[in-house]
């Protein structure tokens, strides 16, 4: 089963970024993309699983962070309202987890375990 993952973690508050809203995207060509899933992290900032049953990689992915939503609920001003992750999922691979170290006023990400 492939599975891919995310974690949110807010570095100004040193906690998850909980209920922030994050969208899975497949690119179909050239620009065009295919929204496959979108949910909110849960209190601990994760979305455990975000590719649905029946979608098979290998391809480009893209995770969509509504960080503007987010600190909007925070009560505070970002400078990024959306956070984009591309990544390329290859053909025998089966576990992807890209975490968000994320600020008001930058982010970070990687390729976790």
Not at 8 to 20: E, F, S
Not at 39 to 44: E, K, R, Y
Not at 53 to 61: A, L
Not at 66 to 87: H, I, M, N, R
Request: proline share 8%; hydrophobic share 35%; with cysteine.
């Amino acid at each position: 089963m492939i599975r891919i993952s995310t974690h949110v973690l807010d570095l100004n508050r040193g906690r998850p970024a909980a209920n922030l809203p994050v969208r899975l995207e497949r690119q179909e060509s050239p620009g065009t993309w295919r929204a496959l899933q979108s949910v909110a992290t849960d209190p601990d900032g994760r979305c455990a699983q975000l590719l649905p049953v029946g979608e098979h990689p290998p391809g480009i992915y893209r995770l969509v962070f509504d960080t503007a939503s987010y600190f909007a609920g925070e009560k505070t001003q970002g400078l990024y309202p959306v956070v984009e992750v591309v990544f390329e999922v290859r053909e025998g691979e089966s576990s992807f987890h890209i975490p968000l170290l994320l600020t008001a006023n930058g982010y970070t990400t990687y390729r976790g375990s």
